[in-house]
Nanobody
Framework: QMKLVASGGGSVQAGESLRLSCTAS?????AGWFRQRPGQERERVAA???????TYADSVKGRFTISQDSAKNTLDLQMNRLKPEDTAMYYC?????????????????WGQGTQVTVSS
């Protein structure tokens, strides 16, 4: 089981940026960032498959970028032009899978959440 530790959340104004980082104890084929708003289901925001292929939710395309720092063994999420609707608890997750599933129940390893709050 892989240990994931997320960091980088905080409170910002709309239009500002934040960078989330997830430190992993190993490597995997598929890793992603999810978020969960109060009273809502956890949704996948971005995923990185096989270190090269990226996938984004429509709501964050063009604003968020997922990347991997192999030297630091981290999975990062650069979030630009943040909106109040981006406010949520953000989680990193990983799974050994031939494809990157969108549904959170298929992910085996999870980091603790990091809160992102965007005020208007």
């Amino acid at each position: 089981q892989m240990k994931l530790v997320a960091s980088g959340g905080g409170s910002v104004q709309a239009g500002e940026s934040l960078r989330l980082s997830c430190t992993a104890s190993g490597s995997t084929y598929c890793a992603g960032w999810f978020r969960q708003r109060p009273g809502q289901e956890r949704e996948r925001v971005a995923a990185l498959e096989n270190d090269t292929s990226t996938t984004y939710a429509d709501s964050v395309k063009g604003r968020f970028t997922i990347s991997q720092d192999s030297a630091k063994n981290t999975l990062d999420l650069q979030m630009n032009r943040l909106k109040p609707e981006d406010t949520a608890m953000y989680y990193c997750a990983a799974v050994v899978s031939p494809s990157c599933p969108r549904e959170p129940q298929y992910y085996n390893d999870w980091g603790q959440g990091t809160q992102v709050t965007v005020s208007s």
